[in-house]
């Protein structure tokens, strides 16, 4: 089974419109963390947040939040006012108690319109 | 500047030949990974290193090898490339000697076809 599911392949927004991506995770561990990760079209793997599993709190970073729910093993991510430079595919990952390996997902493709 | 080096960034090769992607890291992270993007699946582990010295498979291993004899360096090698082995890889490496996955850094990728 997929440790962890982006259901959307894709999503196309205008730009200022909000945006969330949805990200389901699964494992069996009490203790783990959750990724996020932003890759532009120019290829490159950029790092966005780390969140363990102990908290559930919601971040907020300038335009992103992540909205980190146990209860239904998700952890989703919103860009507000969304702008065309966060056109993206966008990659959320699980590292489980072992720490030995992180597992992705198969991404999110966010296009942003002017 | 720190980080991870790959090479070569492209390559075009035959099947059945042998090759080796190269990873070089100057950050003195503890784990090292190697993963391949393909369209629609995403990433995908081939193969990790937690010291040097050790070695584990990952999700996707058959048809690849890799070494750590040093901290630095976590070369992976197809024996003999198949064309499904046409996909850009990515070595990452991490800090997780504090107990927590630190997060991984990325090299640039090196896109590989298998003819």
């Known amino acids: 089974a997929q440790k962890v599911t982006q259901a959307q392949t894709e999503i196309s927004v205008v730009e200022k419109e909000d945006v969330t991506l949805d990200c389901v995770y699964e494992t069996r561990d009490t203790t783990y963390y959750l990724f996020w990760y932003k890759q532009p079209p120019s290829g490159e793997l950029v790092f966005l947040i780390r969140r363990n599993s102990f908290d559930e709190q919601n971040e907020i970073s300038g335009r992103y939040s992540w909205n980190f729910q146990k209860s239904t093993s998700s952890f989703n991510f919103t860009i507000t006012a969304s702008q065309v430079v966060d056109s993206a595919v966008y990659f959320c990952a699980l590292s489980e108690a072992n720490f030995n390996k992180f597992y992705f997902g198969s991404g999110t493709k966010l296009n942003v319109k002017p | 500047i720190a980080g991870i080096t790959q090479a070569p960034t492209s390559q075009i090769l035959a099947a059945g030949r042998r090759m080796t992607l190269r990873c070089t890291q100057d950050?003195?992270?503890?784990?090292m990974y190697w993963y391949r993007q393909d369209l629609g699946l995403g990433l995908r582990l081939i193969h990790y290193s937690n010291t040097a010295g050790t070695t584990g498979k990952g999700e996707v291993p058959d048809g690849y090898s890799v070494s750590r004899a040093n901290t630095d360096d976590f070369p992976l090698t197809l024996a003999s490339a198949v064309p499904s082995q046409t996909s850009v890889y990515f070595c990452a490496s991490s800090d997780s000697s504090g107990g927590a996955p630190g997060e991984l850094f990325f090299g640039e990728g090196s896109r590989l076809t298998v003819l």
């Open positions: 950050m003195r992270h503890n784990a």
